[in-house]
């Protein structure tokens, strides 16, 4: 099921963006709680993240993130991330479904993501979901704590 994230989901949250095996994927260099927690009431405030829970558990979490006006049928889907304990169970498609469900329902027509050209596990689950390659963003994220630039892959999905 996905939901809005609220204040009780802050240490599940901060602990997929700060899990040494997800930080490097997702937007934001390690940091500690007090350094996180507006981040976080800024996410809240935009209503830009959710949680996708099984029986009630949350299990994973992603932002959607809608543009406006000609594109206003077009969201951005970023901070993609399973929890370690629920990794390799299937979760990750079953969620990228729940995605497409949710975005159906708020009337979008297309979802766009970027990806690491290393985050194989990744590209996998979205090309399973139906995700279409559109390109490649070269030097797109850079990684502040190894100084590195990483490519990005362009995805997306049209809801028909």
Known sequence: MVTAANY???DFI???YMHPDINSFLLYEPMDTADFQPIF????ARKSVFVYSVDNQPVGMFKLLPFTH???HVVYLGGVAIDSAH???G?????MEAIIEYCKQKGFLRI???VAVTNEKAIHVYEKAGFIKEGVLRKYT???QEDIFVDEVLYSYLIE
């Open 87 to 89: 990794a390799g169970k």
């Open 41 to 44: 009431e800024q996410l809240l």
């Open 142 to 144: 850079h990684l502040k």
């Open 70 to 72: 000609r594109s206003s």
């Open 112 to 114: 766009e993501l970027s």
């Open 8 to 10: 009780s989901h802050f």
């Open 14 to 16: 901060y602990g997929l």
């Open 91 to 95: 979760f990750g498609i079953k969620m």
